[in-house]
């Protein structure tokens, strides 16, 4: 049984703003489950008490004190951006809000 | 070609530093030897010889107004991987997303190298976003291994190893991941360092993986990549998992090691990296190198770490889960490319088709595979999971770590592989950062220094040599010992021994775009 | 529901005869820090689009967030205020999802290990009882841009053709604050959901952390409201109201709410569990994004900042630096003016309380000023049917007319004259004396000539003064009074005449 199906590929590549071809999602679905199966060797090692680790090297509380630094111009800003209209971000219909 | 180009970054600085030669000159001949093998290896994606050569004008002038050196590398050459933000270069990461993508700023990386006087060649080819270990992702086309044209550099930082490796420049800068300085460094006969996480500021590092990528230095020898190290190493206010500590003393270290003593030195075989899967001439070239350490001094003592046996699937979990976040900004709302705005598609569909369009194959799976991990009922046995290996892979370090000073492995389990060979395979493909990827995982410091070739292939095979975290300088002490005495017993240095590649030398088949521009498919995504 | 239909509402005290309402309240609230959460842009509101940006609020690739210092003190310090558990180690998280306005399209947010949780707040109610709102969390977060939608009706997001993003706001500095579930507030709910949100408003703003201004955003009411049968204990399904802009709005988004919930539960359908917009000129609530599937946020450690582990020394030095907040004056000012239960309501209903503790606070004796702000300008605020604070006088010019009836130079007549003066815009106390002419006259000279003058005019009765009938001086002092238009001291007046008059 595939760990993963083509239909959760889709699923994921939506989610993922991904407009996948049927192709890809032929090949992706295949290529996918080999990995997926691959890696969930993860869960065979025993780890009830093992605490999760994010960070590697364990810094804390690094912080930024209050203080106001320089900024780009608009025009830095704005400067890779496919479309701008009034010193904005042109960007098209939105559909609903989040 | 130029004598210039085959010495060090060390000696260059020398001269140029007591005015022997210029700058100027420096580059130059770095600029004409790319101009006369990089049409062979495709090292860059991008070169900026009017803004190199002004920048070694600058070292030049400033020292015949008598100012001190700005560094200990000022005037020297270097080819920076495209990963890196450049205000007067494009940033593209290999990607066709941000294909000609200006930057408005600098990347830390690359002001601390502007201040120090080296003076920057380009920007090198690379994986797309590193995810790979050829540089067959790139959208712009492969980079061929200087050693054998038929075959990779490595990866991602494939540009970065090549450009060194054919001369192209002493020094490089790459970024590792998994692996991606330390593998490309190994099958191009290169030294290549993976700095203690935090050790060199990521803030300008386009992101793979945050809680993995490093950048670090790529150079020929041991002391050049140790003299890099400083320079760009050190405390950065803009990035919070910087490390505010002072850069371990590693030229000091590189020195040291080069006298050629580890007498006291105990150095670990990692068990777990030998055996099965291994190219047998890799596997006689480490063992040499383990009998050359020994002879050095060094007390050899086999070590078992049992959590790396799941390093490389926790790798491909937490890896593509962080990648999956990183790469969402790739959207073509605010910068890059953007496709499908025909006035009718919203926002939602053309970010879809231009993240299709401006995407390949391997960073699409690896994002899906990331989506994947992360979703709600998914993460606790997947990324969750992988997390608490991790835990295991920092325990098992710190363990040996009680018992030796380094560790040490192959870096790769097989020297360079054949263009074409793993591109339709992963997870073939993903054993290459078998042996790197724990040191990643664990933060800690990690290098390849070149350990001859193998009897099997003639190819290079890279010694990885890993350090605690914040222990960087005990890799350097070593890897400078091991290189000192091979370079002695071999009578000259690996790099030395690259073929000439002005030489008239057929380039293999030709595989990726001339053009160093990706392909037209853009046009059918949005056709559909 | 399509539009056009009408909505069913269910009459409010049916409502409230066969329902309980549940609420949970999030509110969002932006920082007044100097800088961003998580970059050193300057937080301002107002400046040109694209101009308050660096790399990282612009989500630019590479870049990397720093946490700023005073938003973590703020929002300690909030969570202290609110009686909340600082936790000893929290740390934040990415939210991903797609959204034009977010540059990373992820949101670093604090997930399930939020710096502040499990507090209360305890609220006044206008019949002066007191409702306890239990806070679940209080966490960090960044703002996202601004998106001005074009080509549809006047910048409303359906039909417009595209839209224009401004990232100033990115990045600036959030705290949500979110309620446990209120139960148990019954009919008052729309009162207890409005009376939370002032009491959150009062106390931010005595913390000094924010502007907390509803109308520029800078504090944003999100407003869960479910219905139970009355009796029953199961939670009914819920709908979530935004665009919550007016404390006045939260009270009628509650209560529209439960009236159209509850006449939808009565048809025998179902809620329909969705984010519900309000609209503040109809007052009422329509339907926004209906989630096909619930949202997958794949939250994971932003593994681009640290943990932060705020200490016990820094917690308690921060709870040093709390500012006295609303309640615990109110109970201070209750035991140092010796009011009543009642009486305290009363100055805490008319809004009275912080004017008058102000009023005292500029030098005024509290007796005094309770007795001004209660009397004589709540009577003037009746008339005119606005609030105490927007009345038109401030508490130093209320402790200055105090001050001046002390010294002597205006009497309490006088005093309501140069009050009514301040009412009607002519400026300060001092000037409107100056021009209306209203200090008591205390010029020794003048009242001697006054009091000389009555007395010429009135031989008989100064006759009767001399002869010791000391009484008569009463008309004496009247007439100067009238002489003077009343502005004379009348003790100061009197005293002359008997010294005029001695024998
Ligand atoms: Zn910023």
């Excluded at chain 2, 290999?94 to 201040?115: M, Q």
């Excluded at chain 3, 990397?64 to 909340?84: D, K, T």
Aim: net charge negative.
């Amino acid at each position: 049984m595939p760990t993963i199906s083509r239909d959760e590929v889709a699923h994921l590549a939506r989610l993922a703003r991904l407009a996948v071809t049927e192709e890809e999602l032929d090949l992706f679905a295949g290529q996918l489950d080999v990995i997926l199966t691959s890696v969930a060797r993860v869960r065979q090692v025993a780890t009830e008490d093992i605490p999760p680790t994010s960070h590697a090297i364990g810094l804390e509380d690094v912080f930024r004190d209050d203080l106001p630094g320089p900024c780009l111009t608009q025009q830095q800003a704005l400067s890779g951006a496919y479309a701008t209209e009034d010193g904005r971000f042109r960007v098209p219909r939105i559909l609903d809000e989040s | 070609m130029s004598q210039l180009t085959r010495l060090s970054a060390a000696e260059l600085a020398e001269r140029i530093s007591r005015r022997e030669t210029s700058a100027v000159e420096v580059t130059q001949a770095h600029l004409d030897r790319i101009g006369a093998v990089d049409p062979v290896v495709r090292a860059f994606l991008h070169l900026d010889a009017e803004g190199a050569l002004a920048a070694a004008a600058a070292v030049d002038e400033g020292l015949q107004h008598g100012d001190p050196a700005a560094s200990p590398l000022a005037g020297v050459p270097l080819a920076l991987k495209d990963v890196f933000t450049t205000v007067d270069m494009p940033t593209t990461c290999g990607s066709r997303i941000l294909k000609g993508w200006r930057p408005p700023y600098d990347a830390t990386v690359t002001r601390k190298l502007r201040e120090a006087g080296v003076v920057i060649l380009g920007k090198t080819n690379m994986d797309e976003f590193a995810m790979g270990s050829s540089t067959e992702n790139s959208a712009y086309g492969v980079t061929r291994n200087p050693w054998d044209l038929d075959r990779v550099p490595g990866g991602s930082g494939g540009g970065s190893a090549t450009a060194v490796a054919a001369f192209e420049a002493p020094l490089a800068i790459g970024t590792d991941t998994g692996g991606s300085i330390r593998q490309p460094s190994s099958v191009t006969g290169t030294v290549g360092v993976k700095p203690t996480y935090g050790g060199v500021s990521r803030y300008g590092l386009v992101a793979f993986s945050s809680s993995l990528d490093q950048g670090g230095p790529v150079a020929r020898t041991v002391l050049d990549a140790a003299l890099l190290h400083e320079v760009i190493g050190g405390h950065d206010q803009l990035d919070s998992t910087s490390i505010d500590a002072p850069v371990p003393p590693v030229v000091a270290a590189a020195r040291a090691g080069a006298t050629g003593e580890l007498t006291g030195v105990r150095v670990g075989v990692v068990n777990q990296f030998r055996g099965e899967g291994y190219q047998p001439g890799v596997l006689r070239a480490f063992e040499i190198a383990v009998g050359r350490l020994r002879d050095l001094g060094a007390a050899i003592v086999e070590v078992s770490c049992p959590a790396f046996d799941y390093a490389l699937p926790a790798y491909y979990l937490i890896a593509p889960s962080e990648c999956s976040s990183n790469l969402a900004r790739f959207d073509g709302m605010r910068y890059g490319l953007r496709c499908g705005d025909d006035g009718t598609r919203t926002a939602e569909e053309v970010m879809s088709l231009t993240r299709e369009a401006g995407f390949g194959a391997e960073v699409k799976r690896r994002i899906i595979l990331g989506t994947y991990a992360l979703s709600a009922g998914y993460y606790d046995a997947y990324y969750g999971q992988a997390q608490k290996v991790r835990t295991l892979i920092i325990r098992d370090f710190a363990a040996a770590f009680e018992k030796v000073d380094v560790l040490i492995s192959p870096t790769t389990p097989t020297t360079a592989f054949r263009l074409g060979e793993r591109v339709d395979d992963p997870l073939a493909m993903y054993l290459s950062d078998l042996c790197t990827i724990p040191s990643n995982l664990a933060g800690n410091a990690a290098l390849s220094v070149p350990a001859g070739l193998a009897d099997d292939d003639g190819l290079p095979v890279g010694l990885q040599v890993m350090a605690p975290a914040l222990a960087d300088d005990r890799a350097y002490r070593v890897a400078a010992a091991y290189e000192a005495a091979r370079d002695a017993t071999d009578g000259d240095p690996l790099w030395s021994r690259v073929p000439d590649l002005t030489e008239d030398r057929s380039p293999g088949p030709s595989i990726g775009t001339e053009d160093r521009s990706p392909g037209p498919s853009i046009a059918e995504v949005v056709g559909r | 529901m399509t539009a056009g239909m009408t909505t069913e509402l269910m009459d409010y005290d049916e409502v409230v005869a066969r329902f309980d309402p549940v609420l949970g309240l999030e509110v969002h609230v932006e920082l007044s820090t100097a800088t961003k959460m998580f970059c050193s842009c300057p937080n301002v509101f107002g400046a040109p689009p694209n101009t308050r940006v660096c790399p990282t609020c612009l989500g630019l690739p590479g870049s990397l967030p720093v946490l700023n210092r005073a938003a973590v003190e703020s929002v300690i310090r909030i969570g202290l205020a609110l009686n909340c558990s600082i936790a000893p180690w929290c740390r934040f998280a990415r939210k991903n999802y797609f959204y034009p306005d977010m540059p990373k399209n992820f949101q670093i947010s604090q997930y399930d290990e939020p710096i502040a949780v499990h507090g209360s707040l305890e609220l006044q109610l206008g019949d002066g009882s007191t409702f306890t709102v239990g806070i679940e969390r209080a966490h960090m977060e960044e703002d996202t841009g601004k998106s001005l939608h074009i080509g549809g009706r006047t910048g409303r997001i359906h039909g417009a053709s595209y839209s224009l993003l401004d990232y100033n706001r990115a990045g600036v500095p959030l705290i949500e604050i979110v309620t446990k579930p209120i139960v148990g507030a019954g009919a008052r709910a729309p009162e207890v959901a409005r009376a939370y949100v002032t009491a959150l408003r009062d106390l931010l703003r005595a913390l000094g952390v924010s502007d907390v201004r509803m109308d520029q955003g800078s504090l944003r009411c999100d407003a869960n409201v479910s219905l139970m049968p009355r009796g029953s204990s199961v939670f009914g399904t819920r709908t979530e109201t935004k665009n919550v802009n007016s404390l006045r709005s939260v009270e009628r988004a509650v209560r529209y709410e439960m009236c159209r919930q509850a006449a939808v539960l009565a048809s025998g359908d179902e809620i329909v569990q969705e984010t519900r917009h309000f609209d503040e000129a109809s007052g009422t609530t329509s339907t926004g994004r209906r989630k096909e599937t619930s949202e997958d946020y794949r939250y994971f450690p932003e593994p681009d900042l640290v943990p932060i582990t705020p200490s016990d020394e820094w917690v308690e030095k921060l709870r040093t630096t709390l500012p006295e907040l609303p309640w615990q004056r109110q109970a201070r000012v209750q035991a140092e003016w010796d009011l009543s239960d009642l009486e305290l309501r009363d100055l805490v209903n008319a809004g009275a309380l912080d004017l008058i503790a102000a009023t005292v606070d500029a030098g005024a004796p509290p007796a005094e000023a309770r007795s001004w702000w209660v009397a004589y300008l709540t009577q003037q605020a009746n008339a005119r049917g606005v609030e105490l604070a927007e009345l038109g006088i401030n508490p130093h010019q209320v402790a200055r007319v105090i001050a001046l009836v002390g010294a002597g130079t205006l009497t309490n007549n006088l005093a309501r004259r140069v009050v009514d003066g301040i009412l009607a815009g002519e400026g300060e106390p001092d000037d409107i004396i100056a021009t209306r002419g209203l200090a008591v006259v205390s010029d020794e000279s003048a009242l001697a000539a006054a009091v000389e003058q009555a007395l010429a005019a009135q031989p008989d009765v100064a006759a009767k003064i001399r002869g010791g009938k000391v009484a008569a001086a009463g008309a004496i002092v009247g007439a100067v009074m009238k002489a003077t238009g009343g502005k004379a001291n009348a003790q100061r007046v009197r005293e002359l005449v008997l010294a005029r008059c001695a024998p």
